[in-house]
C-alpha cells in the first residue's frame, strides 16, 4: 500500500464534483429547451439526492478502500463483488478512448482545423498514456490533478451562465425563458432524465479511497450536501448559458458545448476569438481529469475485489510508488487499441465505436442495479452503527433505493438498440454477455487458486482447526471460514490440508 496524504472535505468535495462534472455531455439535454433546465432540477430531487444519501451512508458507515466493490461484497458475497469490481474496471478502458477521441476532436474543431486523422489518433492515444503516467505516480497526484481541474470546471460552467445573461442583454436571448416554457413534456423528462441520470453518477467514487479520507464518517456526508448543491446548480446554469446563445433546434448533441462556448464568447467583442481559445482550452484539459478520477476508482475497486490476485501481471506493484502500474499500463493498452481501430476503419468506425461506447455504458450502470439493493439489505442485516442514516429509517431507505434502481434502469433502457435486426442490438448483447462471462471466469479462476493456496497458509500458520466427519470417510477442516477435505487416513492430530 502506498503511502499518501489523508484526503480532506475540501478534497473530497473537489474529487466528486470533478468525476461527476462533465463539459462534452452536459450540452445534449439542452436539444428540448429551456424545460430541459427544469428536468435538470427534477432529476436531482428524484435521483441525485436520494443518491447521495445512500451513498453517503455507505461511505461513512463502510470507509474500505474500493466503495462499492467492498459494499456489494458485505451484501451479497464474493461473486457478485467480483463481478461488480471487473464491471466497473473494464467500462473505464472502453470510456477513455470515447473521451479522448473527443478531446482530439474539440482541438481540431476549436483550434486546428485543417489537423489530420492521422494526428488525432496519435493525440488520442498519448492522452490516454498521460492518464498511466498520472495513475501509476499515485493517489496524490490523482487527487491533486483532479482538485485543479475541479474547480477549472467549475470556473467554466459559472463563466457559462454569465457570459448567457450578458448574450441575452445584448443580442437577445435565443430561447424563451417564458414560464410556460418551463413545463416539461412527459416524453421529453421520462427520456432525458434517463440521460441526465447517467451525467450524474460517481457520487460512490470517492469511496474507493475510503481508507485514505479524512475522519470518513462526518466528511462523506459533509461532502456529500456539499458537491450535491454544486453539481446541480452548474448544470442548471451551465444550461442556461447554452440556451441563452444557441437555439435549442440548433443545439448540436456531440460538438454542442464547442459552438455554444465560441458563441457566448461574442459578448466579448473584438476579444471573442482570444477569450474562446483560453477557455476551450481549459475545457479540454479539464477531460483529462475526467479520466484521472475514474481510473484511480475504476483500478482501487478492481483491487478491492482483489481480481489482481488472479494473476502475478496483474499484482505487481511500481517498485517506487508502490501503485498497481501493471493494471494502468493494461488498461492504456486496451483503450490505445480501441482508438487505432475506431481512427483506422474511419467511415462506419465511428458507429462501430459508439456501439461499443453504449453498451460499456450499460455495463457501468448494472453496477449500481447491484449497489442500490446492497444498501438496503445491509441496513437490514447489519447492525454496524451509522455515523450518517439516510432519513426515514429502514422505509427511508427502501424508498431511496428503489427509486435510485428504477432511475438508473430506465436509464439503461434509453441507451439499448432494440432493433434485433440491425448491428447495435447484438453488439449490446454479445458484449454485456461476454463482460459478465469474463466476470464469471475471473470468480471461477480465484476460486481454484484459493484452494490451492490457502491450504499452505494453513499449515504454515499453525492454526488449531474444527474436525468434522465427510460422508465420505475424510474430515473437512474449517479455515477462516472455508472448509478442505481431509482424506480419511489423516489423523486429527496432523493439521494438513488437502484441496477437494
Known amino acids: 500500500m502506498e503511502n499518501s496524504k489523508k484526503v480532506s472535505l ?10 461527476i462534472l462533465v463539459l462534452d455531455s452536459f450540452v445534449a439535454p439542452a436539444i428540448i429547451g429551456v424545460s430541459s433546465i427544469t428536468v435538470w432540477i427534477i432529476s436531482a430531487i428524484i435521483f441525485f439526492i436520494p443518491y447521495g444519501l445512500l451513498s453517503a451512508e455507505l461511505g461513512s458507515t463502510y470507509p474500505d478502500d474500493g466503495g462499492i466493490v467492498s459494499w456489494v461484497g458485505r451484501a451479497f458475497g464474493e461473486f457478485p463483488s467480483v463481478l461488480v469490481g471487473w464491471m466497473y474496471w473494464v467500462n473505464v478502458a472502453f470510456w477513455m478512448p470515447a473521451v479522448f477521441t473527443a478531446f482530439s476532436g474539440w482541438l481540431s474543431l476549436a483550434l486546428f482545423p485543417e489537423m489530420s486523422i492521422v494526428l488525432q489518433a496519435i493525440i488520442a492515444v498519448a492522452m490516454c498514456w ?48 417564458s414560464i410556460a416554457n418551463w413545463v416539461p413534456t412527459m416524453d421529453n423528462t421520462v427520456t432525458y432524465i434517463g440521460a441526465i441520470v447517467y451525467n450524474l453518477l460517481g457520487f460512490e467514487l470517492i469511496g474507493s479511497i475510503g481508507s485514505k479520507i479524512e475522519n470518513p464518517k462526518k466528511t462523506v456526508p459533509k461532502m456529500t450536501i456539499i458537491a450535491g448543491a454544486a453539481i446541480t446548480f452548474l448544470y442548471c446554469f451551465g444550461t ?31 476579444a471573442q476569438m482570444p477569450v474562446f481559445y483560453i477557455l476551450i482550452v481549459l475545457a479540454i484539459s479539464t477531460l483529462v481529469a475526467n479520466m484521472i478520477t475514474w481510473c484511480l476508482g475504476a483500478n482501487e475497486s478492481f483491487q478491492a475485489a482483489e481480481l489482481d490476485k488472479r494473476s502475478k501481471f496483474l499484482a505487481h506493484r511500481s517498485k517506487k510508488y508502490g501503485t498497481s502500474d501493471n493494471l494502468y499500463y493494461l488498461m492504456g493498452v486496451i483503450s490505445s487499441a480501441l482508438i487505432i481501430l475506431n481512427y483506422a476503419l474511419s ?23 447491484f449497489m442500490f439493493p446492497a444498501v438496503i439489505k445491509l441496513r437490514f442485516t447489519d447492525d454496524a452503527p451509522r455515523q450518517y442514516a439516510v432519513p426515514g429509517g429502514k422505509a427511508g431507505i427502501v424508498v431511496c433505493g ?30 454485456v454477455l461476454l463482460t459478465v462471462a469474463v ?23 499453525g492454526i488449531a482447526h474444527e474436525n468434522q466427519k465427510d460422508r465420505r470417510g475424510g474430515a473437512l477442516c474449517a479455515f477462516r471460514g472455508r472448509h478442505y477435505l481431509l482424506p480419511a487416513h489423516i489423523g486429527s492430530a496432523d493439521r494438513r490440508c488437502y484441496r477437494r
Open 240 to 270: 442556461f448559458g447554452v440556451l441563452a446563445a444557441i437555439n435549442a433546434a440548433n443545439v448540436d448533441e456531440v460538438d454542442g458545448f464547442v459552438y455554444a462556448l465560441q458563441e457566448l464568447c461574442s459578448v466579448f467583442g473584438g
Open 130 to 177: 498521460v492518464i498511466v503516467y498520472v495513475g501509476v505516480k499515485g493517489i496524490d497526484l490523482s487527487v491533486l490533478v483532479s482538485n485543479i481541474m475541479a474547480v477549472v470546471k467549475m470556473g467554466i460552467l459559472v463563466i457559462f451562465g454569465f457570459m448567457g445573461i450578458a448574450y441575452g442583454v445584448k443580442n437577445g436571448f435565443a430561447n424563451d425563458f
Open 402 to 431: 428503489v427509486i435510485c434502481f428504477l432511475c438508473v434502469a430506465l436509464a439503461c433502457y434509453f441507451l439499448i438498440d432494440f432493433d434485433v435486426t440491425g448491428y447495435a442490438f447484438w453488439m449490446q448483447l454479445i458484449g
Open 10 to 19: 475540501v478534497g473530497t468535495v473537489l474529487f466528486t464534483v470533478c468525476s
Open 347 to 369: 467511415g462506419n468506425a465511428n458507429d462501430v465505436f459508439w456501439t461499443l461506447f453504449s453498451f460499456a455504458s450499460i455495463v457501468f450502470m448494472l453496477n449500481y442495479l
Open 439 to 461: 466476470g464469471y471466469w475471473l470468480y471461477r479462476a480465484g476460486k481454484k487458486k484459493e484452494l490451492r493456496t490457502k491450504p499452505a497458509a494453513f499449515a504454515s500458520e
